[in-house]
Every structure is written in C-alpha cells, then in structure tokens.
C-alpha cells in the first residue's frame, strides 16, 4: 500500500501539480503575499509561529496553508496541495519549516521565493538524501528542490545540510539563526513556560527535574512509531525521590508526551535533558541545561543512521549502555562540561542569538 501511495504521490507531484502551477502564472507575483505552508500541522506549526508573529505586525498578506496530510483522506490532502498550487505561482515569499512536496513539483519563478525554515538546530544524526530511511526507495524527484534560503543556526551546519538536501549552489543554506529559538530569549514565554510546568506537573516541587525527549525512529510517511523505546525501562528505574522525570515524545510517535506542553515548553523548566539522538539537546544548550547522551542503541543505531559530528564528543554525560541512571546524574560533572561547551556551540549555534527572525524578514523584505 505505501509503495502505491509512493506512485501516486509521484505522478501528482511531477505532472498534476506542475500543470496547475503552469496554469496559473498568467497571473502577477503580488510583492505582498507571503505564504506559510505545512503539510505536518492543522494549525501553525511552532517553528512557524514566532515568524508569523513578526509578519502579522507588518503590511504583508499572509496566506496559511497547513493540514497534517497523514490524518486527512486522500481526496482533501489533494485538495490541499491543487489549492496550494494555485496560489504559489502569485507569491513573493513561500516559508515551509519540513519536506512540502507541493513547493519543489516543478520548477518555480525566479521572483517567488522558497524558504525553508527546517525544525531543528544544529547539525547531528544524519538526514534527508544522507539517511537510508528518511527519503523512500525509488522515489524520483528532488523533495528540496527550489530552495532559496535554508536557514541554519552555525556555520558548522552549512556543509551537512547541503549534502542532506542536495543543493549544489553556494549561498542557499545560510547561517542566519533559527527563528522559532528567538523564543527562547524572550523573558515573557519564558515566565510563561515555567508558570505552566508548576500548574501541570505541581508534584516536581522540590525535585530536580529531569526530561527525557528520546528521538523519532523510522520513516514518518509510514506512520510507523516505536512503542519500546531503547533504555526506557532505566528512565523508568530513576530514583523518583530525587529526580521528578517527565517524558515527552516526538510528534511522530505513537506514545502521548505527560500532560500537554511541546518539549520546548517543559525544556525550559528541565534541570537535566536526557536524549538519545534528538537535536533538542541543541536548543538544550541555549538554555544552559546539564545534558545527558543515553543510547543503549548505540552501536546498531549508528551503523544504520550516522551522524555529521563525533557522538562521544557531544557536550553532555555520555551513556551507551544499561548503567544506573540514577548514580550517573547524581556525580556528573556537568559543571566542566558547561565550561568546555564553547567552542561547540560557537561552530552549531552562535546565529541563534534571538535575531534570527529579524534576519530572516530581512531576506522576504530586500533578498539579502
């Protein structure tokens, strides 16, 4: 059924769509729409919002296009997407933040620009055309293809990502910062976060809390998400009366994140991050959190994904096997770890300074 699904997202994709796109470029590029699309969202999704915030104060038309296709039929996902290439040919700018297959169907206007504002910092486990699982065999077409700007939060990412998306021409992945972590510099949200976490998890008083974020394993077009995760079962044995734990999942899993505030939101109130291979630990460094590696997976994952740096170099206590977690986070010397992480957020993160937005509406408003 998936490889059918496959084929038919194909022909669309590489005959329906770009008919409809060539159909409607009799009309002008309007120098005041802005697009916002998802195909993962029925609403805004977070890495969305903080931009959208920001062109709301402005005198942009913001159209929003966002439906969690893999929860919808196939006639309405369709739908979506004619609808979506309707209107692509009359925009000035397109801002996406994951893979939209409907923006790179064909080749687009030169006046009409692609922004890809991707939901993740850094540069670590390997993705996209770098990844065995993340890009289906036998799928023909480019999924990155028309990009314009590819925002990421260091220059250390610039070489990774153009490999993952294979782009080839210099100056589209651009250090400028990730816009949704200006929020992370905003003392209001901040307040906010905190105010929350103490309402929903009162029971953390007087814990150190810990949050546990494991990464997506699979292929999300499968909607296939791992119920066992690797290691779960030392989450679950750390000593409950020392450590408060809250674990929070990935939007493409199955299992349901405790209470309902995103990882971002509890990361904020988190004393120590735990992870396996999310690229929240990065977001986790803006934030100052002691951080912990825990991968009982280790060997296997890593033969079978990869990573773009050293795993055992990451800044944070490094576990790969069933020790007691307990024991682990109560000696850790996260302190050096803190003091020798400079270097390593100066290479993945030194452009998200909570500027990022800024630069980004800079490039919608002047191309630069």
């Not at 064909?106 to 620009?113: F, I, V």
Request: charged share 25%; hydrophobic share 35%.
């Amino acid at each position: 059924m998936f490889k059918i699904k496959q084929i038919i997202k194909m022909l669309f994709q590489h005959l329906i769509f770009p008919i409809v796109y060539r159909v409607n470029c009799f009309r002008k590029v309007d120098d005041k729409l802005v697009i916002l699309a998802d195909a993962h969202h029925d609403a805004c999704p977070p890495h969305l919002y903080v931009i959208k915030r920001e062109l709301d104060k402005t005198d942009y038309n913001i159209v929003e296009m966002y439906m969690d296709i893999s929860k919808h039929g196939f006639i309405k996902s369709i739908n979506f997407m004619l609808d979506f290439m309707k209107i692509y040919p009359t925009a000035r700018a397109v801002i996406i933040c994951d893979n939209f297959l409907p923006a790179s169907s064909c080749k687009k206007r030169n006046n009409t620009k692609l922004i890809q504002l991707w939901h993740g910092c850094g540069a670590f486990k390997k993705f996209g055309y770098d990844a065995v699982d993340d890009i289906p065999k036998g799928y023909i077409g480019n999924v990155y293809k028309n990009y314009d700007l590819v925002t990421v939060s260091g220059l250390a990412c610039i070489k990774p990502f153009e490999s993952a998306m294979g782009i080839n021409k210099p100056g589209v992945v651009r250090a400028v910062g990730v816009s949704s972590t200006d929020q992370l510099f905003d003392e209001e949200y901040l307040r906010y976060c905190k105010d929350r976490f103490r309402y929903e998890h009162p029971d953390a008083v007087g814990h150190k809390v810990v949050l546990w974020a494991p990464s997506f394993r699979g292929n999300a077009g499968v909607q296939s998400g791992t119920e066992i995760i690797p290691g779960e079962d030392k989450i679950d044995a750390i000593d409950k009366e020392k450590f408060y734990v809250v674990k929070s999942f990935h939007p493409h899993m199955k299992r349901k994140t405790q209470g309902n505030m995103t990882t971002r939101e509890l990361l904020v109130s988190a004393d120590i991050l735990i992870t396996d291979y999310s690229s929240v630990f990065f977001e986790g460094l803006i934030l100052h959190k002691d951080i912990c590696f825990f991968a009982t997976d280790y060997e296997e994952y890593t033969k079978e994904r990869g990573y773009y740096v050293n795993y055992k170099e990451l800044p944070g206590l490094i576990v790969t096997d069933d020790k007691d977690l307990t024991t682990i986070l109560e000696n850790g010397n996260f302190e050096e770890i803190r003091y020798n992480t400079k270097q390593f957020f100066d290479d993945f993160m030194s452009m998200c300074d909570g500027k990022s937005t800024e630069r980004v509406l800079n490039y919608v408003k002047n191309g630069y």
